[in-house]
Nanobody
Framework: QVQLVESGGGLVQAGGSLRLSCAAS?????MGWFRQAPGKEREFVSA????????NYADSVKGRFTISRDNAKNTVYLQMNSLKPEDTAVYYC???????????????????WGQGTQVTVSS
């Protein structure tokens, strides 16, 4: 069972930046970030391929968020810039066993999940 541990969340003012990290206990998987705001369903944010060559993003974060990974450290990152109050949510890291070449964006396509880290953006 792969363990995923997120870190880097916190409180930031609108327009600020945060970098989330997700450390995996083992393996090299396609990785993704999701978020869930209070009273809303969990939604896709971004995903990155196993080698870090390909990535996709939700329209709401394109141009502001950047996903990256360091396979030597088994860690994936989410750099979040120009943060908005509507980015406030619990952010979850997830790992997918889908075959290489596919970038998932649906919750059902991810097999392992972290516990989440809170990001709060004040106006």
């Amino acid at each position: 069972q792969v363990q995923l541990v997120e870190s880097g969340g916190g409180l930031v003012q609108a327009g600020g930046s945060l970098r989330l990290s997700c450390a995996a206990s083992e393996g090299t998987y396609t990785m993704g970030w999701f978020r869930q705001a209070p009273g809303k369903e969990r939604e896709f944010v971004s995903a990155i391929s196993r080698r870090g060559i390909s990535a996709n993003y939700a329209d709401s974060v394109k141009g502001r968020f950047t996903i990256s990974r360091d396979n030597a450290k088994n860690t994936v990152y989410l750099q979040m810039n120009s943060l908005k109050p509507e980015d406030t949510a619990v952010y979850y890291c997830a790992a997918s066993r889908l075959r290489p070449g596919i970038l998932p964006s649906n919750e059902a396509e991810f097999d392992y999940w972290g516990q989440g880290t809170q990001v709060t953006v004040s106006s």
